[in-house]
């Protein structure tokens, strides 16, 4: 019966709907693909694997439902198809890979609804939504949440009645120092929580406010929990003189506690689980589609649809390729700063990581106690641009950012951090990027130009330039030093440099 049923719906979907996909699957192969190394390369994001069979699973459960569901085309999908692919364009020419990432996703959604209508949309509007987990999406919190677990661990921490002094994301006690890193942040057991919790609350509760309710508890208590577990370490290090709780012991404790919590998160939605599915309601909402909606069903009907989507989503994919075929091969190479009074110096201390860069120069101005960092990118592709998520400005496991502010000299604009490490030495990092007539600290006026240039077909290189002071140095002693380095744009370039 299953495999009658099944075959049932391959038959009723229209043709056309493969030959849609098919093409879609073939344009957005690159970004998939580049979804995929995130998930294989990231631990915070193994649980995408299982995203997409899960889905598969819901709509096969679907199946005689959507056999007995009729289709009809909603041709205005068509204009969050091509704003989805304007977003798909900028997001590859400036190399914005989560943009392009949730491009590929609402693509296929407005794709299918294009096709299939919005009787389709309705019901498998789980579904459809719950693929958005496929996204690796959220690493942009880590910072955020890492704060709050340096805050919740203090508490908990002093509840305990252990001495604790918080340094940034350092919390200090008798027996040793410990770091709030990254990877105690809590965001990999966050976001699997999120998911785990919408697929629950759409199988076991029927009622809108339930499930706002329990997906509140899937955020709150994970959060929550990881400062919990933080602390734990903390207190652990205490009474074990600093013998457990760390290294292997770190995870360990880790994964046990939080598959503890993951529990009783369940245990708690079982005991508010409603007695009628959100599947029977969803049944019962299909039969009252079909029975109010009629629509021809002839499969010519899905030829206008799938034709005007394959071509919009084929002609981004061309205009990508011939923006990156047009890019400029000469490149303005000078330095964006003046460097005459400064020496080649070792790997800087605070170990800034750019990777792919064409050019990365470490300098020593000793007369004014200033180290120089700069790294360049004569041409920006993807994945070899100044501004990605693997690209790093300090070493996290060596220093914390006890706070930060902008600074504006001139018409430029660069940041202040305000670092520490773990024997609590302060330590002053100024940066800024530079492209074209454009220095500024944050990323999204350097995307505009990059956008900008690569669109008119001109070439440009790709700047960041960072100071390194020993010490918290004041705003204007900052303010002084840039102007004085900063490289005039009007002015002849100064200083040459020559590829790695």
Known sequence: MKLEQTGKLLTKLPFALIIALLSWLIVYWPTLADMLSVWSSSETYTHCFLILPVVLYLLFEKKHELTQLKYQPFYWAIIPLIITQAVFIIANTIGINVLAHLSAYFSAIFLLWLILGTRFLIFAQFP?????????????????????????????????????????????????????????????????????????????????????????????????????????????????????????????????????????????????????????????????????????????????????????????????????????????????????????????????????????????????????????????TENKELINWNNKQFDYDLFSISSRKSIQFGSNNAEILYLKNIHGHSFTLVYFYVLGDVTHYHSLPIKLAALKAKLQGESYTASIVQTFFEGEIGDKEIKNYLTAIIQSHSAESGAKVNNQ
């Open 128 to 380: 459809l939504f719950f693929l958005v987990f496929a996204v690796p999406l959220g690493e942009e919190l880590v910072p955020f949440l890492q704060q709050i677990t340096a805050d919740l661990s203090v508490v908990f921490i002093e509840l305990a009645g252990v001495p604790v002094f918080r340094d940034g994301l350092y919390l200090h006690i008798p027996a040793g120092s410990f770091v709030v890193a990254e990877a105690c942040a809590g965001i990999r057991f966050l976001i699997a929580t999120i998911a785990i919790g919408a697929l629950y609350s759409y199988l076991f509760f029927s009622s809108l406010k339930r499930r706002i309710i329990f997906m509140a508890v899937c955020v709150v208590i994970p959060i929550v929990a990881n400062g919990i577990r933080a602390a734990g370490i903390v207190i652990i290090g205490h009474y074990s003189d600093m013998t457990h709780a760390v290294g292997a012991d770190h995870l360990v404790y880790g994964w046990l506690f939080f598959s503890i919590v993951l529990g009783l998160i369940i245990i708690v939605g079982n005991v508010f689980q409603e007695n009628s599915s959100s599947i029977d309601t969803e049944q019962t909402n299909s039969q009252k589609l079909n029975n109010s909606y009629s629509a021809n069903e002839s499969r010519a009907l899905f030829i206008a649809p799938t034709v005007a989507g394959v071509v919009l989503i084929i002609a981004s994919s061309l205009y990508l390729q011939w923006i990156s075929k047009s890019s400029p091969s000469v490149f303005d190479k000078s330095l964006p700063v003046k460097v005459t009074s400064f020496a080649t110096a070792q790997a800087p201390l605070w170990q800034p990581s750019f990777k792919l860069a064409d050019t990365n120069i470490y300098l020593d101005d000793s007369k004014n106690n200033v180290k120089l960092f700069i790294a360049q990118y004569f041409n920006e």
